[in-house]
């Protein structure tokens, strides 16, 4: 295996976000009024590196889904700006080309088909739509599926019931790369499958990479997973980034107090070193009506009162690449904690 | 030694429907009291009808169940009626994935819990009030009181998985089966209902068996650990055995696959194949299709229950292996 060196600075950014936003009106008020706005996500900025593997992470209503799609564009922002390959989409990028560019797999391996169409037909269906001719694309569709490891002979005809959960991701796979896309957002993409099965698909996303020189933003709630798979995790909270850095920097000194507790509640390998305490106490708070200041400081334990009234942003801590949203660590922020340590 | 708490011996479930599927073979363990076994599987492994076979909840018209099952000296196979009635929820009692199925949401929490308390111990509606109030402190819901005239679509999913808890052991039982309870949970609200499932069942002296497919939770709640696969335990032992010192190879995967300390980069072990059908009955080791050391005789016989120490079970001729001298 070419076992990947550690990555620098991220390389030429191929994905570069700038202040996205998109929030949802919550309709069924009286006379359909809105009742509220869900602050999915709420002016993100990050880029991903050509070749590079971004894992994102966080708790359910963090906007973390809501982020991959709006990278695949299949919803459309309130504001902000993407850029791929340093074209800004919309205006210097076609979106249909972002489409094709940008392919996306999804947790639900068996939503993802449409169950009336063979697994030869589900994955030539793009290509043909966009102008391939039938005998190409279902050469096409015969050579992915032997990429990702299903014999074209055994399992071109077969429709999506007749396939294992681990079978079908491996077609959702095949079908995203019919467009030889730069990159591909995986979405909670073996969250679904079993652990045995789960390394398997693992096993092919990063031949796939290697050989291909695909880009991931592999999002996931299993922290185990996106270490392995990553060279940079960006953790959100509520809609926005909490902290953004290098793998190690992330698992191996948090900045962020809710980096921090999320690593800290994963459970235990160790029967003799079993969790005591639990990090955090409640759920996480509803993304309508966030919290000011610092969406954290609710649950925070170090909370001051600059927390409640000011956002900190990211500000870049001691390692290159390494951000964290936190007064903590902001010299002159107003956070005691920060003035003792300055 | 007491007599156990649960006692099962040769556990067979089989469905018949369009076909027939082979869900649990010969599944036996024991739990005392006070105990928490935890049940680690995969999807289809059967640990989930396992559990269930403890309440009775299969549907009787398409299950066929053979074997022994003993919870606190009482044939649970042979319940009828009210005393099978008695047995759920008094005796033994369950938690599940999604507290809103579990939870009746045209009743308030409180009503919920004091209905059980009624039911089984005779309880003025009063005194089911009082317990209520007394459950929901005791699982840590914030401002009980209020929460007890609480509808379950009121409530965050954590808090909603606490209310399940509380109703589970309002009525004190002597066993609390476990099936996956926070796998739907966020991860720091995970924690907090493990840890509290572990304090409770210290608390009130309960024997408890904790279904999952995640090892780490497995960790943090057992006492001992029984590993299913294709409806049959390949392996148990206590937690700190089964965690550093895995014999069978099934085990040996699915911690390698649990990507704990997995270095970057490295290729993953990962267990080729898919779990069997289960149409059949295994006439062999169900595990050989798929296992990295298979010797000859894994495809047509079945594997020996090894004990390789005291509480311990391997079912692999390789650990019969093992122990031979020389």
Do not use: W
């Not at chain 1, 294992?164 to 995203?176: D, E, L, P, Y």
């Amino acid at each position: 295996m070419n076992a990947s060196a550690p990555i620098p600075r991220p390389p030429k950014p191929l994905l570069t976000v700038t202040g996205l936003t998109k929030h949802f009106a919550l309709k069924g008020g009286l006379f359909g009024q809105s009742r509220g706005v869900v602050r999915a996500v709420d002016d993100i900025s990050f880029e991903v590196g050509e070749g590079e593997t971004l894992g994102i992470v966080g708790e359910s209503g963090c906007g973390k889904s809501t982020t991959a799609r709006l990278l695949v564009d299949l919803i459309s922002p309130d504001s902000g700006d993407i850029q791929l390959g340093g074209k800004l989409v919309g205006s210097e990028l076609p979106i249909r080309e972002l489409r094709r560019q940008v392919q996306m797999v999804f947790q639900d391996s068996y939503a993802s088909l449409n169950p009336r169409l063979t697994m030869e037909d589900a994955i030539s269906f793009g290509p043909m739509v966009n102008g391939m001719a039938r005998n190409a694309a279902v050469r096409l569709a015969h050579d992915l599926l032997a990429r990702v490891g299903l014999e074209p002979r055994r399992f071109a005809g077969r429709y999506p019931h007749e396939l294992s959960g681990g079978q079908r991701q491996r077609v959702n796979i095949a079908r995203a790369l019919a467009f030889s896309p730069k990159v591909v957002v995986l979405d909670e993409a073996v969250s679904a499958l079993d652990k045995s099965v789960e390394a398997q698909v693992l096993n092919l996303l990063t031949d796939l990479k290697a050989e291909l020189g695909l880009t991931y933003v592999f999002i996931s709630h299993d922290l185990n997973v996106v270490r392995y798979m990553s060279d940079r995790v960006m953790v959100m909270y509520l809609g926005q980034v909490a902290e953004v850095g290098p793998v190690d920097a992330i698992y191996g000194a948090p900045a962020h107090p809710y980096s921090r507790a999320l690593l800290a509640a994963m459970p235990s390998m160790d029967p003799d070193r079993r969790t005591m305490e639990a990090p955090l106490a409640g759920d996480p708070p509803n993304p309508i009506n966030p919290p000011p200041g610092c969406r954290f400081h609710t649950r925070c334990r170090f909370a001051d009162a600059v927390c409640s009234m000011s956002d900190p942003g990211l500000y870049t801590m001691g390692t290159p690449g390494h951000l964290a949203a936190c007064h903590l660590h902001i010299p002159a922020s107003g956070h005691k904690a920060a003035e003792l340590a300055a | 030694m007491s007599a156990p708490l649960v006692e099962i011996e040769d556990l067979k479930v089989r469905f018949h429907g369009a076909r027939t599927v082979h869900a649990v073979n010969g599944v036996s363990f024991r739990l005392d009291a006070g105990e928490t076994l935890g049940i680690l599987g995969e999807s289809g492994s059967g640990k989930s009808v396992t559990l269930k076979t403890l309440l009775r909840l299969l549907p009787e018209n398409r299950t066929e169940i053979g074997g022994r099952v003993r919870v606190d000296g009482v044939d649970i196979l042979a319940l009828k009626g009210k005393a099978l009635a008695d047995h759920r929820g008094g005796t033994a009692s369950m938690i599940f994935q999604d507290p809103m199925l579990a939870l009746d949401p045209v009743y308030t929490i409180g009503d919920q819990i004091a209905e059980a308390v009624m039911r089984h111990e005779g309880a003025s509606a009063a005194e089911g009030r009082a317990r209520a109030l007394d459950m929901l402190t005791r699982v840590r819901i914030p401002s009980p009181e209020r929460r007890l005239n609480a509808y379950p679509h009121e409530m965050s999913g954590g808090m909603r998985q606490r209310a399940m808890i509380a109703l589970a052991l309002a009525c004190r039982p002597k066993l609390l089966l476990a099936d996956e309870p926070t796998t739907a949970l966020d991860a720091t609200v995970q924690i907090q209902i493990l840890l509290l499932l572990r304090e409770l069942q210290r608390e009130f002296g309960m024997g408890m068996i904790f279904v999952t497919h995640d090892i780490g939770v497995a960790t943090e709640v057992s006492d001992r650990i029984a590993v299913m696969y294709a409806g049959e335990i390949v392996e148990t032992g206590t937690v700190r055995d089964l965690i550093r010192d895995p014999r069978h190879p099934y085990t040996k995967g699915l911690l390698a696959a649990n990507l704990h300390g997995a270095v970057k980069g490295s290729r993953l072990q990962a267990i080729p194949g898919a779990p069997p059908a289960l149409e059949e009955p295994p006439r062999a080791c169900s595990f050989a299709p798929r296992c990295p050391v298979k010797v000859s005789g894994c495809d047509t016989q079945r594997p020996p229950a090894i004990t390789p120490g005291a509480g311990r079970m391997v079912r692999c001729v390789l650990a019969e292996a093992a122990l031979q001298p020389g």
